[in-house]
């Protein structure tokens, strides 16, 4: 019954009046949440943690993540919502919205996800699909959302900074709201100081809000923003602390236009206990009214919680009052709010507003994970302040942008604060592959500390790692300090590099389905692994490493051989050694004791004057030495890899300018010959010699 | 007192109040609505620094309404029209056609400057200070723009303001300020609106 004769007391006040029960003006809360946007840290978490690289810039459905979140400011009072928007710090929650029961409490509203439709937990729930909705038009949509619900959100603490909507007032006609509005309109550089705050009082909440006990009626620890439980009407120094509700700071410290010293109402709808007449003190002011400065008295608040503002006007009977001692009860002083009031509680309030609902940004992006390591072994830690306890899921985008669900790569945890899940492994998607290998989505949806039912979003770079195992191909054993390189094939870019172990292994991130392995100098040639043990001299050639080449244990091996360039070399007939020798200039000398003190001596000379090694395939030659050099080039510098798939045959010819002296002697012990030389021959000769690959 | 006589005795006030006090507390200065055409709108947009006319730069003017509901008044977009600064920076808006067609509870209007590069009117600018209303309405009203300085100074600038504020059509009924927020946007690296 109280409900529907209040129903009918708005409804016929709102056709005689052009403002009832109101908040902020439209135009006020939708700029004190673009405010409160930009102070928080939106923009960082979507470009840091979200990866959503244009940040709070991003434009969905036409319109920036800015506008969706003053969207949601501007439009939290549309048609009968503003009726839920009222919170009595001093009253049970149950029945502490307007007038007791006419609407819900705010605080009840902006959790109630069977009425709101824009609760909290339905903006978790946008921002859960967000995050996992399979396509892109659906994430982005529902980011949109998620942010337009936060603006209705940051609405209702907003709301919270208006007397009348802390203290039952339906608040007809001219009030605080419309002067606000009107300030910001008319005289923005005041709007904009009272936006910023003052440094020495900035109204920023205590953090330790999140850890008070939640209430059951409302779990989520945001309703603490609005209402702490820790002024109850007889303690209002209290509420000059940052740890207070912004309705409680608001109701105990500032008058509504219908409820100005209603200490001792007998309506106790009406009442609330501060400020009362035993808070202020009366003081004169110079104010301008029609172009004239004029004095008028206000009430200053004195004490009794904040004080140091213009209060109430003193009204015009009041000084009547004092000189005929008149009965308070039984008479009506009048005092009212005016311009310069209002002025005064804006700078106090709008900050409040402001920063209030910053730290409910910041909340609902609170939750941290960081992840580190790659696909073989890799941890995530709960990197916020409170316990988290539910289920991470990986995700990840196809080349289509269809988001998927990483196979497997689901675990459900309690995790303290700082707490990890390690030596995690994850096989990376191929059917289909990743849009960007490595680059996943990690989605943690759970209880986090109070919050029943929490969405913690992050972007984590996982990457992919394969072991590739080099062994000797013709007996297995480990290619061991060998170079190994993974690379994408699409760039040329080197995804890693390593040298295997003493098991012949390397660790290597890779891309899936773009990577080929190079290694580059186990033979003198490198080598593009072809697939099973062959190779190519070309990227192109290379064998794109599929999920079907790694074994459990996330790792190919690949058999290498040790290729030999192998030519016959002629016996010099007296000296019995090679005729020639692949060595620019070089002499051979060998003695061997006959007994009776004499030695069979031979020396060798050996020269090259030019050798090149022509590649059988392609005619292509490379001078392996000549005159002028130290030293030879085998010949292997001159094969390719596929050589390593040729093992027996012939490659290409060595074409050699050589000479040569053979000497042969038989000496005494002491070197001095014995009789004549046996042989002293110079030859001096240009051959060409097949050249065969060997394997070693 | 029974409900009934409360609801009553409410009633009866707030027609009192409504009907002859009809907003006492609203000064000639600070008057809320429109009691009559007050354009054409004019002033002149300069550099802050070296007082430079701006020219080109975009004059956007937002007429809002007070609409009345059951239960409820909101305030909604009733009209906006912009135009474009001249070589000397100044710029003349005629709304006869809004405001002799405004319905009651029209404010007066709103109004936007904007020229990429530099800090908006009246979101972040530096003359003129203090009170505002109606400075459009009479003639040598000068707004100094300051230029804004690097690319994160600019991109969250335009956080304070959005197209969609003043039109849901904004490319329709909008398109120099969008052309030049667009401009802004691009400048900055950042992807610009297109129509819906």
Known sequence: MRQHVWLAILWIASLVSPSVATSYEVPTHEEITRIAGKRSTLDEVLRVRLGVSNGLDTIIRGQGLTEWLAQGGRREDDFLRFLNHFHNPLADWSAAGLLGSVGQSSILWGQNATLSGWSWQDVRNAYFDALTRPTRTDRETSLARAFEGLGRQVHLVQDAASPAHTRNDPHALHNYESLVEQVQRQDQSAFTSWLAGSPDSPGVPDPAWQALDSDPLAPVATARLIDTDRYLGGNPAVTTGALIGLAEYTNANFFSEDRIFTENDIDPLRRFPYPNRASVTEQDFDVVARGATVKRRYFVKSSDGATGYRLATVGLLRDYHQRFNLDWTRFRESPALDEAVYRDYAERLVPRAVAYSAALLDYFFRGLVIASGDDLSFEFVNGSDEAMDGTFTLYYDDPSDVRRPVPGAAWTRVLAPSGAVEDLSLSAPTSPPAKEPGKYMLVFRGAMGSEPDAVVGRQVFIEPMLVARLIKRSDGTPHRGAAVQAIDVQTGEVLASGLTDQDGRARLAWKPGRTVLFIPSVNLFPMYWAGASSFSSSIEGGRIVQAADLDAQREVTIPVPLILASWPERIEACTEVQLFSHVPRGTFQRGVLLGDDRVDLVIVTYTSNLITFIRDDNGQERDLCGVTSPACVDPRAAFVAEDANRVGQVVGHLMRDMASTHFRQITDAGGTPIGPHICATEYAEVEVIPVTVAEE | ?196
């Not at chain 2, 507390?25 to 709108?41: C, H, N, V």
């Not at chain 2, 080109?56 to 009733?78: D, I, K, Q, T």
């Not at chain 2, 304070?160 to 030049?180: A, I, N, Q, T, V």
Request: proline letters at 9%.
């Open chain 2, 1 to 196: 007192m029974t409900a009934w006589v409360r609801v009553v005795a409410l009633c009866s006030l707030l027609v009192m109040s409504g009907t002859l006090a009809a907003w006492p507390q609203d000064t000639q200065t600070w008057d809320r609505y429109l009691d009559r055409p007050r354009g054409p709108y004019q002033g002149q947009v300069v550099d802050a620094e070296t007082k430079a006319p701006l020219a080109g730069a975009v004059v956007v003017a937002l007429w809002r309404r007070n609409r009345v509901y059951p239960f409820h008044s909101v305030s909604e977009n009733y009209a906006v029209r912009e135009t474009v600064t001249d070589t000397e920076g100044r710029f003349l808006l005629d709304a006869k056609d809004v405001e002799e067609g405004a319905p009651r509870r029209t404010y007066h209007p709103e109004f936007l400057i904007f020229q990429p590069g530099y800090g908006s009117y009246p979101r972040k600018y530096v003359s003129p200070k203090g009170f505002t209303g109606g400075i459009f309405e009479r003639p040598g009203t000068i707004v100094e723009l300051p230029r804004l300085g690097d690319r994160e100074e600019r991109r969250k600038h335009l956080w304070l303001f959005g197209p969609h504020s003043y039109s849901d059509k904004p490319f329709r009924d909008l398109p120099e300020l969008m052309r030049r927020i667009n401009t802004e946007r691009v400048a900055i690296g950042l992807e610009p609106y297109s129509p819906e």
